[in-house]
């Protein structure tokens, strides 16, 4: 912890120009090798970032690093599971054929992956079948983002933090080994939880930018405590289990002191060079994705820990 605060609050505010995707990486790669925990590097990325979407990349990248640790840190991931009929595993139709034991193919379609043509390894879930009550069974694959049969076609640039790539993957005929298929439910062990831990992590590395934009603009002590207290706050709740209802209640209660912290920082905008503003005003918009998600995953928690009521 004592490294991390030091860094955030010594170290120059003053980030390099970041003009592609290929110098966000290798900025990133420079300040994480100060840090052990994926959490700590995301606050680290952010803070060296120019601009929040080099920031969101750093927080994303390291979610995936948090979810699966023994994934080496100097390769870029993707995780695909988005597909045309949404997230669900209901709506996942790229199959995972062939048996454990012999040749395994993956085929189908992911619409939309963050990061997709800038990764080099993608993590992609995939159906192989249905159980007893006819859900999809769903496996996660590990697999390099250049073998034969895999296609990435990069996306039109997003309204908002166009710098980040997002890419349509085609799978043909892709060739699998056993030992790429990762142990375990894809859904529940991997893409419900990751939803817990990027917010952790992004939202980490969106408060370190604000402090470097803070520090390196002169805004008032008391909003770079209070953006620091809020980083110490996310930083303990990275580390939590993400499949617990408890830290999902303090995971938004977390959010909402965020939004509210950003929300009063319109007049010290004035004080912040004109081209990071701009690009504020267009990117401020990311901090809004997947509000039904989170308010769902808030209510669903609320619910599991309401104590029954007593029976008169």
């Known amino acids: 912890m004592d490294e991390l605060l030091r860094f955030l609050l010594t170290e120059s505010p003053a980030p390099a120009s970041?003009?592609?995707?290929?110098?966000?990486?290798?900025?990133?790669?420079?300040?994480?090798?100060?840090?052990?925990l994926p959490v700590d590097v995301a606050f680290a990325g952010g803070f060296a970032a120019d601009r929040l979407g080099y920031a969101f990349a750093s927080g994303y990248h390291s979610a995936l690093r948090s979810l699966f640790p023994q994934l080496p840190p100097h390769h870029r991931y993707a995780l695909c599971v988005t597909e045309a009929g949404g997230g669900h595993p209901s709506a996942m139709q790229t199959r995972l054929t062939g048996s454990g034991e012999g040749p395994l193919r993956l085929e189908g379609t992911k619409a939309f992956v963050t990061l997709g043509t800038a990764?080099?390894?993608?993590?992609?879930?995939?159906?192989?079948?249905?159980?007893?009550?006819?859900?999809?069974?769903?496996?996660?694959?590990?697999?390099?983002?250049?073998?034969?049969?895999?296609?990435?076609?990069?996306?039109?640039?997003?309204?908002?933090?166009?710098?980040?790539?997002?890419?349509?993957?085609?799978?043909?005929?892709?060739?699998?080994?056993?030992?790429?298929?990762?142990?375990?439910?894809?859904?529940?062990?991997y893409v419900k939880p990751f939803r817990t831990v990027e917010d952790c992590h992004v939202f980490a590395a969106v408060l370190g930018w604000l402090l470097q934009v803070a520090r390196r603009s002169g805004w008032p002590d008391e909003v770079r405590e209070e953006l620091?207290?809020?980083?110490?706050?996310?930083?303990?709740?990275?580390?939590a289990d993400p499949a617990s209802p408890a830290v999902h209640l303090a995971l938004a209660g977390a959010l909402d002191l965020c939004r509210r912290r950003v929300d009063g920082l319109g007049p010290h905008w004035e004080q912040v060079d004109a081209p990071t503003r701009e690009r504020w005003e267009r990117d401020r918009l990311l901090l809004n994705v997947a509000g039904k998600v989170r308010a769902k995953r808030r209510e669903t928690a609320r619910q599991k820990l309401t104590p029954p009521s007593n029976p008169e």
């Open 18 to 36: 970041l003009g592609s995707v290929e110098d966000w990486w290798t900025r990133h790669l420079q300040v994480s090798s100060r840090f052990s």
């Open 119 to 189: 990764a080099d390894e993608l993590l992609v879930v995939a159906n192989e079948g249905q159980d007893a009550q006819g859900r999809n069974r769903l496996r996660l694959v590990r697999l390099d983002a250049r073998r034969s049969g895999v296609t990435l076609t990069e996306l039109p640039e997003t309204p908002f933090v166009p710098e980040v790539p997002h890419a349509e993957l085609r799978l043909h005929e892709v060739a699998v080994a056993p030992e790429e298929v990762l142990p375990g439910d894809g859904y529940e062990r």
């Open 228 to 239: 620091l207290a809020l980083a110490v706050t996310m930083r303990g709740l990275a580390q």
